[in-house]
């Protein structure tokens, strides 16, 4: 492939350079193959048009390298069709992401829960311990009445 720039002129009110190329070639050039001849950064870089005469192996490129990203997304518009992608996607990210915090929010919470019945258990534990203790003690019971019930049996 090879690249004969035709016209270049300098746009400074949108912040733009724009080439007229005329690329020499066996078969119809990509975008991505003309950007990468051109040496040229790939976000700043737009393909306008590439076009052929039947039966030529010339083809005149029309192409636009912005100054910076800024000048390129206020200037250049996105078709519906892959705004409408572009959307959907950002969305499905958004959902995908709003599962994760959740997940790591229930996780969190079992942890949490989890820490609470462990700080829990030991008193629990300890208490019917010291119960099972006096009664096999075989202590007597403390009011006096009850004792007094016993003696005279």
Excluded: W
């Amino acid at each position: 492939m090879e690249i004969k720039t035709i016209k270049q002129t300098k746009n400074p009110f949108m912040k733009r350079e724009e080439l007229t190329l005329e690329i020499t070639s066996e078969s119809v050039p990509s975008t991505s193959e003309v950007i990468s001849k051109l040496g040229k950064d790939e976000a700043l870089t737009v393909i306008k048009k590439i076009n052929t005469n039947f039966g030529r192996q010339t083809f005149l490129t029309e192409v636009v390298v912005y100054d910076n990203i800024e000048a390129r997304k206020k200037i250049e518009t996105i078709p519906q069709k892959i705004r409408k992608k572009m959307a959907a996607e950002e969305k499905a990210a958004a959902e995908e992401a709003k599962k994760k915090a959740d997940a790591e929010i229930k996780e969190a919470d079992a942890a949490a829960e989890a820490a609470k019945q462990e700080a829990e258990a030991p008193v629990a534990e300890e208490n019917p311990v010291e119960e099972v203790k006096d009664e096999e003690k075989g202590s007597a019971p403390t009011d006096n009445k009850d004792k007094s019930v016993r003696v005279t049996e």
